[in-house]
């Protein structure tokens, strides 16, 4: 069932003399504890306060964690950095391939591989140019020197096909599954003369696909034995998927996916599904128009939709023990209506929405869990941060 809902980080460090210390102590402490109890923010169940871990990027895009707990950061221009867990950012990672930074496009997301202790593997999403203007997502896999400057025997294992002529809907969001396959999301392109492939088996425009670590298509894949169909395609009929994970109550891949003007869904995308678009949706063009119907038969329904669009991106299903009430919400970025939208579930039934972070006025690209449990954030602005939310107790 769908629901509509129209209307929803300075620790000062300080030097005393001796004879200053137990004073200068004491206000310090008065000053921190001032600050903190105007910078908490409540919510419906959960007290917390937003910390700038790192600022000055441009258009961060996807955010990724190492295993000693640093972070990698894409930025559209198609530079990625390395970030320490105290905000330090590293000059830009070498050795990436040329991106094309027109419209949407540029370096989109990154992720780790599972076994990256072993094999130190990299992974990310960008769009990549082709002769006469054209492009289209490609999936990158590189090896992170030891030093972390650099990335190494960079190779495309992927790529959307066919290229087109335009600068929107990329996707693009990659995620390991627990049996260790990958998948990647994309988007159709936009553009009416051609987003009708979001329907088409014989082209990756508006599809989930599903790979091996190597870029293959992954066994099993619903299409493998279609003739003509491309075999590495698992859902279609896709507008622009900017938000994936796995949920872990179900072990099922979930997505967001932007509609127009209007319609932004929140799906559970399974093997073989045709998830309407654009033959149906909740949104309209942008000129006001019609698109289609909202249902038809063979199409699946969004388990959850916004109209108007809040323009989703990120998507976490929160599963540490940080915010104990926030216990198995899905989180879910906002970009044309700047907050994070908190879900809860009731299998596949979203019960209740909330809206958080709403009075930064900050466009919310991506979120994700650390290794810590906090929610890390990052913003989508030419002077965008990487945030993460501290629980507090809330404000008497």
Not at 139 to 150: F, V
Not at 291 to 306: D, F, L, N, S
Not at 312 to 335: E, M, R
Not at 371 to 385: A, K, V
């Amino acid at each position: 069932m769908a629901f509509n809902f129209a209307s929803r980080r300075t620790l000062i460090a300080a030097t005393a003399a001796a004879a200053l210390a137990a004073g200068a102590t004491f206000a310090l402490a008065q000053s921190n504890q001032s600050k903190k109890a105007s910078d908490v923010m409540a919510s419906e169940k959960q007290a917390f306060s937003v910390e700038t871990v790192a600022e000055g990027l441009e258009r961060p895009w996807g955010l990724a964690f190492l295993p000693d707990g640093r972070m990698l950061v894409t930025e559209k221009a198609g530079r990625m950095r390395i970030v320490s867990p105290d905000g330090r950012l590293s000059p830009p990672i070498t050795g990436l391939p040329k991106v094309d930074t027109r419209g949407q496009g540029g370096l989109l997301d990154v992720a780790v591989a599972p076994d990256f202790p072993q094999t130190r593997a990299v992974y990310f999403t960008f769009a990549e140019a082709g002769e006469g203007g054209v492009n289209g997502t490609a999936l990158g896999r590189g090896k992170l020197a030891a030093n972390g400057a650099r990335l190494e025997d960079v190779e495309v294992i992927w790529r959307q096909a066919p290229k087109y002529a335009s600068i929107r809907h990329f996707g693009s969001r990659i995620v390991f599954a627990p049996d260790g396959m990958m998948f990647v999301t994309t988007g159709e392109r936009s553009d009416r003369q051609f987003r009708d492939k979001a329907q088409a088996l014989d082209e990756t425009l508006g599809k989930v696909v599903r790979l091996t670590r190597d870029g293959s298509p992954a066994a099993g894949n619903p299409f493998a034995d279609n003739k003509g169909a491309k075999p590495e395609i698992w859902s279609y009929g896709h507008r622009n998927i900017q938000g994936a994970a796995m949920n872990p109550a179900d072990g099922a891949l979930w997505i967001t996916e932007h509609g127009p003007r209007g319609g932004d869904e929140l799906n559970k995308a399974e093997a073989g599904k045709n998830y309407g678009w654009p033959v149906v949706t909740y949104g309209k063009e942008y000129s006001g128009e019609d698109i289609g119907p909202t249902e038809k038969a063979g199409m699946e329904p969004p388990v959850h939709y916004w109209v108007p669009s809040i323009g989703t991106s990120g998507l976490v299903f929160y599963t540490g023990d940080a915010y104990p009430a926030w216990s198995g919400s899905a989180f879910v970025g906002g970009l044309a209506i700047p907050t994070l939208a908190r879900l809860e579930l009731d299998g596949e039934k979203v019960t209740h929405e909330e809206r958080l972070l709403s009075d930064l006025g900050e466009r919310i690209r991506d979120v994700r869990q650390g290794p810590d449990g906090l929610l890390y954030l990052l913003t989508d602005s030419e002077e965008g941060r990487l945030m993460r939310l501290k629980p507090e107790k809330a404000p008497s």
